[in-house]
Every structure is written in C-alpha cells, then in structure tokens.
C-alpha cells in the first residue's frame, strides 16, 4: 500500500503494534507534548505531529521550552489577549508550531493574520457557521499574495505551493483528512479513512496490523471516498457550475444554495492563486552553479 | 520617519492646533484596524524603515493602543509616540506595567505640553499629565509647539528636572492650515519667536537640556553666533527644512504633513514604497516652491535655498498665500 | 496517413436524442471474430503495399465496449499474428461513452496502445441516456463510474460536447460543468448535425452555434491557462495568430482520400457520418482491398470539390485555408451534391467575424491562397 499517515490517539501500547509508519499523534493532555516525541520514536515510529485541542485560547497556554522541538498543531478557540502572546513570542517563534483557529468568531480572521506576521504559521478552520466571506477573501489575499515574508496561513499557503493551474487542489490533508494521505485509528487499532468515520465505525480494516497486506486501491470505501465529489455533477448541483470549483471541490457546499458567497470566494480565490503562479513563473531564477 | 494615526480623536482642544482640520473632516470613530497596522507595518519594513511615529488625534484613546504598541515593538520598530499624556489611572496603570521595561531606544514618549499658564487646561488634565510624566519619565522627551509670540518655556525646565525627563525639547512652529482659520506664527513675528528663544539659552545651559527645533523655522533669521550656539550645545546643529514627513490615516490614507493634509491626499496602496511616496510629495512640493520660493520675497533669490540648505520656510505659508490669492496660479499647484 | 473509423457494432447501451446511429437499419449487430481478423489482414496488407504510411484505427460504434474485453484482447491476438512487420504503423484509439468500462478492458486495451479515450457527456436532463424517456440520470451515474475507473487506470480523456437547442439558455453553465471535469485532453464544442431526419426540439442553426461560441469565448480568452484545449478555440487561435492549421478532417479539403469506415459486416463506406446516413459505400472487405477501397472512384468526385469550390462559391474567400469549403457530407446533406460549401460555412466565418476578431483584436490574414 501507498505509504499513508496514521493519525492516532496517545497511546504507547498502540505505538508499539505499529511500526516504520509517520504518525499524527491525538493528545488528551498538553503535558503529553513533552513525553509524546519520545514514546513515539521508541516504537520505531516517525512524528509528523502532535495535534491538541485547547478549549481555551491560545493565551492560556504556558508555553515551554521542551517543546520546540515537538512538531506541534494547537486547536484553540481564540488567540487571546496580544500582550500575553506577545510576552511568550520568543519560544512561539522558535516552535514548530501550527495554531489552528475556528472561524466561528470575527476576531479570529484578525488573529490569524497577526500570528501570521509575527512568524507564526496559522491555520483557518471552517465550521458549520457560514464564513464572513469578504473577511475569508481579505485573509486569503494577504496569505497568497502580501509581499512581506510572514508565516503561512492555511489552507490557502498550502493549496498556493500545490496548486496545478489546469487541475484541481483540494486542502483537506490540512486538516489530515484526506484518505490519499491519511489514515485513522482509535485505540482498539480499528482503522478508517476520516476521523468521522473512525466515530460512526465505519472501518476499511478492523485491525492495524492487517495494514501490511492491505491494498488500498481495491477497496471500495476508499474508491467511494476518492469519487464522492462526482456526486456533484451526477446530481447537477449548483458547486458543479462554479467557477471555483478546483479550489474548493464542494468544500462549502452547505452553503452553495443560499448564497453567492462561496462562488465569489472560491473564484476569487483561484484568479489569485492563478495571478501568484503567473508572476513567480515570471521570476527570473539564479543559474546554477 | 513615516507617521501613523491610531485615532482620529483628541482629548485636548489646542489652539494651534494644526490637525484639527484633518480631524474635522475625519470621523471620530475612525480607528486603525489591526489588519491595516500590519499592512502599514509591512510597508514599512519592505522600505528598510525601522522606525515609526504614532500619533492622533490622541493615539492612547485607541482601545488597542497597548496591544499595537506592544505589535509594533515586537516587529522590531522603534516606536515614538506623540501624546498628550492625559488618560484615566486604570489605563495608565495598564499601560505603564506593559510598557516600563521597554528600553528607552526602542520606545520613547513625546508629550506634547502647554504652558499651564498661558494655554490652561483643567486641574484634572495637568494631574493626569504629570501622573504620565513620573510613571514614564526618562522615556519621555517634552515637545513644545510656540504659537503666540510670548511664549515662555520655564515650566518644561521643570518639568524635566522634576520627573526626570530626556534632556532634550522638541520645539515646533505652529505653521498655517492652507484655507482654515488656526492659530499660527505670522512670518514677521518669527524674528522675535527666535529672540525670545534664544533667551533661554542660560537654561539649556544650565540644566544641559538640548534643543531640536522642528521644521518651518528659516535659516535667515537666526545669525551666526546663534547657529553657532546650537551647533556647539547640539552636537549636529539646527535643520531648516522643509519636506514630506508623511501621515498615514487609519483609513490608509496619506498627506505631506498636518497643515497640508487637504493637499493631495493620496491612498498607501497606490504606492509600493515609502521612497515613492516620499518622491511623489518632494514633487508636490517642489511645484509649490517653483511659483514661490520661500516665506519671505529674498528666498527667491537665496543660494542657501537653492543648495538645499535652508527650505524656505514652511510650505504652508505659502499654499495659504495662493489661497487668498486671485487665481494667478498653476491649477495643478492649487489643487 | 490512413484513418479507420472502426465500428465492430452499430448497437449502443444509450439511446441519445441526436445520434443517428441506431436509427440506421443494419443486420449485422456485431462484427465476427472472422471479420475482425480479415480486417487487420487487410491492414497488413495496405501497409506492405504503402510503406511508409501510418495507419490509425479509430473503435467506434454504437458503444465499441459493447464487445467486451475478450474481443480486444482477440483484436491484439490478430494484430500480432498478421502484422508482425506492420504494427509498429498501427494506431489505436477509442472513441466510447465509458459507461460500460471497468478494470476487465485495462488490459487489453493497454496492449492495443490504447491510453486515452474520446467520449461525450451532457449534463442537460434527457439528452444523453437509455431507453425510451432517455434516463439520464442514470447513465451519468455509469459514465461517472466508467470515467472514475479510466482515470484511476491511467487512462487520458477528451470529450465532445454536441450543442443542442436546450444548450443555447444556458453556456456557462455548461462551460463550466464540463471543464469543472477536468477532462486531461481536448474538450470540442460541435454542433448537433442531422441529416434529412432532423429533430426540431434540439436542432440549431449556424447561427446559434456561433453565438453560444461567442458566448463563452471571451472567458477562455481571458483563462487559456485555467481552460486548456477547448476547441474550436484552441486551434482557430492557431491558425489565425500563428498560422498553424491543424484541420480535422471536413476542414482539411483531403478527406478525399485518407478516410475510410468499416461497419459489422465488413461494409466500407466513406466516414462514420457517411456510413450513419447511409451514403458514399466502397464494397465490403471481403471483395477489395484497402488500396482498392482507398483508390474508388467514388472518390475522385470528392476530389475534385476544392478545384470547384475554389472557383466558385468559396473564391475569394479569406477563410478558405483553413475550412476549403467544410465537410463535403453537409453539403450533400443540404444540396445533395458535394460541389456545393458547407451549410455550415458561417459556424467558423460567423465567429471568426463577430466574435474572435472584435474581442481578441486580432485579424485573420491568411498567409497563402
């Protein structure tokens, strides 16, 4: 099988009954971020990263030195007051460090912007509200397009470094949900290829270690899985007439029929991912040596 | 060095005070946004500019002020902010307790203080000034603006010896606003504005408190032995130019400077630099001085003017001029 | 080069509104494996006669899956056993609705060199389906599946989009539902074409044609980047900005001579078209050779039309390079005669007038008369 990614909780014995794999690591506890590295690398596994969800803000965070090292993506709910990040932007700095905040609060497109200036990679994420569209379209540009070096915001960094002109780029892996990539497993070692399948016991393997002999291009979960946006034509939906439609792949579907927002952003979007590529082709690069 | 307005509203209502038009025009609800301060301060640094000025109206009134100011230190600027020192206790305890360990080259003050005898205010504002002055005090450096002919600077010599301020003053010229009614120093007082100045030449000598005197001030009117003073006590002399500071608005808008902030106004997106901005508003100006030179009818004829050693005069003077003039003027200078 | 429009059955699992096709009468659904040997018996045989022409076949139909994977693997079998020397001339490739397609054709196909696929797909209700009421929600469910299969298999695709009358209200849609498929090659816009038994309801004339181009193409103008390959579009920029003609074949003006279609029952007439509409015959293969099938006299009246043309209702015109009076079967069609420009003739000049010269700036000068 294609080499994928498993995202699994903190579980040592888990770790152990897997091995050579990269793994995306669910910790309960913040104070798993010193230990995680270590447990995982002495199962013979590699750490893409450690994934926490902070109910609170960012803020709230004692940062520590330890952790730099530890590939770290923090769910928060805000960032929190800027002095206090402001007195631990030294270590913030100097982390490996992704901050993922919900779009869910008008401040947050703010935040993500002032991290990102500060040299910390920050990341979008969409919930069931319906986005502040022109806020996501200004937070894009400045992501894709401001000429000052700062530090990525995602999706829209990562769908600019893969984005195919002629082709369709999708960002779920941002969110490690794209079953190309990755894979998920609970405790017990089921695995699935979503994390909400992974809830509702939807399993292409009931076991971690059949994972070895498995195919994955034959089955049919992950074939469903890989041509689920197809529905989208077959059923005529409104995303299939999109303009933005290789940008966003249904992503905002939920919100196609009652308002033009997403179409905007979604073309917007790619008339500026078009406008990006175009000019750095334009860049003259360096002879080599 | 570029300014930045936090606000476009002021807790004082100065005389002289030569924002007010900008200001009326503006609306007081007008406050920079986050997103614009990161946007000015990439500009900036994308300009190899390490330095930036805030100001207002009063920049602390902002609710952010604390959080831009600490933004901006941490993008490794270094930061004056123009202030009037009056706020209530809460923030300047909020304030002072942020701000404190700031080292004094990377954060500096410059409070902007009225005589409380000739311009005066209420008990509870010179309270709140002083309040700010003792909290601040070396990272403070008192900015004077002479309006009226008899001005009198004791109570700054004070001031700086009282609360430990920087040993220097800021002295500004309150210049015209082309088209308004403010109050400003008529071009044949400066004469003796620059005599009274120089008769407290025993108290910057005494209390070793430097003098910089801000721009408008003609190079004529000063004579040798008194430029000779100020090059012996400040180590670099007097400057007598005249040229774009620029302001940015919180809207992103930008002007020359206050008195011709009518003059075209311009957008910060429509440049890339701040060597374009600063090249657009020279032309400006150069167009405003290639139908007059100077304040004064010689300057036509000055070769320290031509040589770019004196400026003439403020170009507000004479912007004011072509105002009440008849229309005799380049359209394009009159804009 | 000789070209082969392959058809081993007439019969197709869809019943789309504009294809004449099934409406012919035939009576024989599926070509023998018999037939199909003598076929590349008779390939083998022009080569060896023509030695330095390529030869392309292109499976046609009907739906040519319909045969199912052994028939191609029994395709391959002959070619081997006939055309050892020859093969190396031999191209494949296929034109089918993919709705049958799965993982059983992969291999198969992969040994004909088949690596890419020309299909068609309307994502307007009841043009494109089975049956009576023409169900076309369930065949793009089956395309969608057979497409899905080709892709992940490796298999390129190009589509033809038929424009019909229910396409004229709405172009972008359809522009942009279609690209949004992200077809891998080339995606043409053609107009639906009929020959005596038209359909009113879906019919157009030129002049919609063109304007449902026009309509669209300053979009593609704007994005050549984003939308790569559409034609009509793609090559009239050619022809007209850099002076590249690349023709198919009614444009060509040497259709004449290079084209040739056998049914199921060895049957050889001109084109597909020809053959759909039942017209232009050379005799069956099991009587002639290729040679003789190409050297018909048929042919020679084919021939002769640009001469004609030239002279008459096409002289002087400034398009004739890159059209020579359109596809001769149109103009029979029309005229019942051959010696006569396409009824078509203002789908090209229409556009190139109304639309491409006023929007790209750009005026056509044809380098050579």
Known sequence: ?289 | MPNVLFTQSCVRSCPYCFASEQMKESDPNDLLSWENLIYVSDFLKSSGERSISVLGGEPTLHPDFLEFIIYLLERDFVVRVFTSGIMANTKLDKITSALMNIPDEQLTFIVNLNNPSQTPSSLAETESVKRFLSMFGTKVMCGFNIYRVDFELDFLFQYINCFGLKKSIRLGIAHPIPGAKNIYININDIDHVIARLMNYVPFFERFRIRPSIDCGFPLCRFTDTQLGWFTRHTGSGAKFGCSPVFDIGPDLRIWSCFPLSSYYKRSLFEFDTIGDIYRFFKEKHRMIRSEVGGIYPECDECSLREDEVCSGGCVAHLLSIFKDEAPVRMPVVCQ | MATLIFKPTLECNSNCAYCDVVKSKQYIKFMSLDMLELVFIRIDEFLRQNDKDLFDITWHGGEPLLMGPEYFEAAWHYQEKHCSQTSHRIRHQMQTNLTLFTADFVSSLHKLGINSFGTSYDPLPNIRGPGEEIDSTRYNKMFMQGLSQAERFGFQWGMIYVVTKKSLESPFDIFYHLTNLNPSGSFSLNPVLFYNDCRKDIEITPEEYVDFLGAIFPVWWKNQIRFKNIEPFCSLTNSIQKGIYRLCCGDSGHCSSAYVNIGPDGECSHCGRSADWGFLSYGNIRDNSLNQIFANPKRSELAARNAVLFETECSNCRFWIMCHGGCPLDSFSHHKSFMHKTSWCFAKKGFIENYFEPITGIKFKPNEK
Not at chain 1, 160 to 179: H, I, L, N, Q, W
Not at chain 1, 220 to 231: F, G, I, S, V
């Open chain 1, 1 to 289: 099988m294609n080499p994928r990614i498993i995202v699994c909780p903190y579980n040592r014995s888990l770790f152990d009954r897997i091995s050579n794999q990269i793994l995306v690591v669910q910790l309960n506890d913040i104070e798993q971020i010193g230990s995680v590295a270590q447990d995982v690398s002495h199962s013979c596994n590699d750490l893409r990263c450690a994934v926490i969800n902070w109910p609170s803000s960012l803020a709230d965070i004692q940062f520590k030195k330890e952790w730099m090292t530890v590939p770290l993506a923090i769910y928060a709910t805000e960032m929190g007051p800027f002095r206090f990040i402001a007195s631990q932007l030294n270590i913030l700095q100097q982390m490996n460090l992704r901050v993922y905040l919900p779009l869910n609060n008008p401040i947050n497109y703010t935040e993500l912007r002032i991290l990102s200036s500060l040299g910390i990679a920050s990341t979008a994420v969409f919930v069931s509200k319906e986005p502040e569209w022109e806020a996501l379209t200004d937070l894009m540009t400045y992501a894709v397009m401001n000429y000052y070096p700062h530090a990525p915001i995602d999706p829209f960094h990562y769908v600019a470094t893969k984005f195919k002109p002629d082709g369709y780029t999708g960002f779920s892996a941002v969110y490690f949900s794209d079953p190309t990539k990755f894979l998920h497993i609970n405790h017990a070692g089921n695995v699935s290829l979503s994390s909400d399948d992974l809830q509702c016991g939807k399993f292409i393997l009931n076991d971690i270690c059949e994972l070895d002999d498995f195919e994955i291009e034959n089955c049919p979960d992950y074939q469903e899985a890989l041509n689920e946006w197809r529905t989208f034509f077959i059923d005529n939906r409104k995303c299939s007439i999109c303009q933005g439609w290789r940008v966003c792949l249904g992503r905002f579907s939920q919100f196609a029929d009652t308002s033009l927002g997403c179409e905007n952003f979604s073309t917007e979007f790619l008339e500026i991912l078009e406008q990006d590529k175009m000019i750095g082709q334009k860049r003259i690069s360096l002879w080599q040596l």
